[in-house]
């Protein structure tokens, strides 16, 4: 199967490229390196340089591809930020969702894969959760991420475009060849071998009054 990992050069992407890679797939890399690592695009994978945000970059590219399927890691991920700055992730992550879906159309590409966020349900009414529960994003990054849901419902809907969506928590872990890099770093798992490695003096635990044994908040992690 011919597969674009839009966003294929960020730390998701990456992994993904080299899994499909290592299966047989034919995987073309669509990214605009602004958060993305062109060195951690797996070099089996063809990289297209490419934004989202602009319509003609990602239609080109299926157009000049024909890929049997698009998984979609492209947006904006840090809650903080979103809180601070939120019209960039709106540009960024529903703008570029729409692009991508429009583009899709016009290509007659007919599967996606969806990187959405646990973030659209807010704070959860039970647990464990699922996908029973209520979205209600608490953030803007978790209201992008809802917005761009509703695009590829429609689109499912309208289009026959099939559509997966993957709420997960936090990913973690790394391949012997790729893993992940921000800069600044900000997420718990790095941030903490830092401090094992030398590079960071210490790592700071934030809240004391969770309903845990020590009150300290507890972190759900996917592999």
Not at 15 to 22: A, G, I, N, P, S
Not at 23 to 52: C, M, S, T, Y
Not at 59 to 68: G, H, M, Q
Not at 181 to 195: D, F, G, M, R, T
Request: net charge negative; charged share 25%.
């Amino acid at each position: 199967m011919k597969v674009l990992v839009a966003g294929g050069a960020g730390y998701i992407g990456s992994v993904t490229t080299e899994m499909l890679c290592d299966v047989g797939h034919d995987v073309v890399v669509f990214d605009n390196l602004e958060r993305g690592h062109q060195p951690a695009i797996d070099p089996r994978a063809k990289f297209v340089q490419g934004d989202l945000r602009y319509k003609e970059d990602i239609k080109s590219a299926l157009l000049a591809e024909r890929p049997d399927a698009v998984i979609h890691f492209a947006a904006y991920i840090e809650v903080g930020e979103s809180m601070v700055s939120p019209m960039p992730f709106f540009e960024n992550n529903v703008s570029g969702s729409l692009n991508l879906m429009s583009a899709m159309v016009e290509a007659g590409c007919k599967k996606l894969i969806f990187s959405s966020t646990c973030a659209t349900y807010g704070t959860p009414e039970k647990m464990p959760m699922d996908e029973s529960l209520p979205q209600k994003p608490e953030s803007v990054y978790g209201e992008s991420k809802l917005l761009c849901e509703k695009i590829f419902q429609w689109g499912q809907q309208i289009h026959g475009i099939e559509c997966v969506f993957l709420r997960y928590f936090n990913a973690c872990g790394a391949t012997a060849k790729y893993g992940e890099a921000h800069n600044p770093e900000s997420h718990l798992i790095p941030l903490v071998l830092q401090v094992a490695q030398g590079k960071r003096e210490k790592i700071y635990m934030f809240g004391e009054d969770y309903e845990t044994r020590d009150g300290t908040c507890v972190r759900d992690y996917i592999h």
